[in-house]
């Protein structure tokens, strides 16, 4: 959310919602407001005394609330109170900004414009992301955690299509049909609220046969490991170390197929993790790394092609 606020409006943004990226929180002086990542006002509403606090989310039985504080306290001459105002979110079916196609030949959508961040948002970590010579620049920010930087718009079926660049130490990835946990399942930082997971196409240079290279697909704190069904696949030579490599993934329904360069890497059916992630959002990974040191790598030319479901 973007634009100068006067002195009886806050800006500030909750916890990611269930089904990713979409909403921002705007709370005001005496009511609050619920944008997307265009900022236009999805619905508004008034509170009984000032909210100040920053709003939050809930979930119960599979429904999510959006939950602020008006307790007023005499700011900017509003009205005190002592209140707890909760608001039903909307069903994540009816929420999602998801793109579908019915069409064979559907036209390709450009993700990246070159020249901004414009439809993407950040989440988790933090690792920077910046536009630099028409691709976007992945920094890793020392002891930081992993970084996301997530298209607004959804797809279930698609193909799409990119050009990749990593450093010879560190890795990233593409995520793909992803979403944000909506509750934590455990203490570790892949089992929190809020952490991005899903099906991701790992990008690495060869550092030996048996270690994976790009290509191959992660479940991303799915607890899965490799979805390719081997723990550790086999590495290859189709990447070109210190140079930007084509990458092309195609999900239909579960079966989901990556390239690197042309070349077929992976090809498999994944019932389960089409279960519980049959459509989300284009991520770019920034993986953390604990030795302190800069890394650097970059994405460009991003475009996807929405696919019909067979």
Not at 139 to 152: A, I
Not at 225 to 252: C, F, M, T
């Amino acid at each position: 959310m973007s634009g100068a606020m006067n002195a009886d409006d806050s800006p500030s943004i909750a916890d990611p919602l269930l089904e990713g990226p979409l909403f921002g929180f705007v709370k005001k002086s005496t009511g609050i407001v619920v944008q997307d990542d265009d900022v236009d006002v999805l619905w508004e509403h008034p509170l009984p005394a000032g909210g100040y606090a920053t709003p939050t989310i809930y979930q119960l039985d599979g429904k999510q609330y959006v939950v602020i504080i008006a307790g007023g306290g005499g700011k900017n001459g509003t009205p005190s109170g002592d209140s707890i105002v909760a608001f039903a979110l909307p069903d994540s079916h009816e929420s999602l900004d998801l793109v579908t196609t019915d069409a064979d030949e559907a036209e390709w959508i450009d993700l990246f414009d070159g020249e901004s961040l414009d439809g993407w948002v950040h989440m988790n970590g933090s690792h920077q992301y910046s536009v630099e010579d028409g691709a976007i620049v992945g920094r890793t920010y020392p002891w930081s955690r992993n970084s996301f930087l997530c298209t607004v718009k959804q797809f279930d079926n698609f193909e799409l299509e990119l050009e990749v660049i990593v450093d010879d130490t560190t890795n990233q990835g593409v995520q793909f049909r992803s979403r944000v946990k909506p509750v934590s399942t455990g203490s570790q930082s892949t089992q929190l609220a809020g952490r991005v997971w899903g099906p991701q196409l790992e990008v690495r240079q060869f550092q030996g046969m048996d270690k994976p290279t790009t290509g191959f697909i992660y479940g991303e704190a799915m607890g899965t490991r490799y979805l390719s069904g081997d723990i550790y696949p086999k590495g290859h030579h189709h990447y070109v170390d210190q140079s930007w490599n084509k990458l092309r993934i195609v999900a239909e329904g579960p079966r989901l197929r990556t390239w690197v360069n042309g070349t077929l890497i992976d090809d498999v059916t994944h019932e389960e993790a089409y279960e519980t992630h049959p459509h989300g959002f284009i991520a770019l990974q920034v993986h953390g790394m604990n030795d302190g040191r800069t890394y650097e790598m970059g994405w460009r030319n991003i475009r996807i092609r929405p696919l019909p479901k067979r």
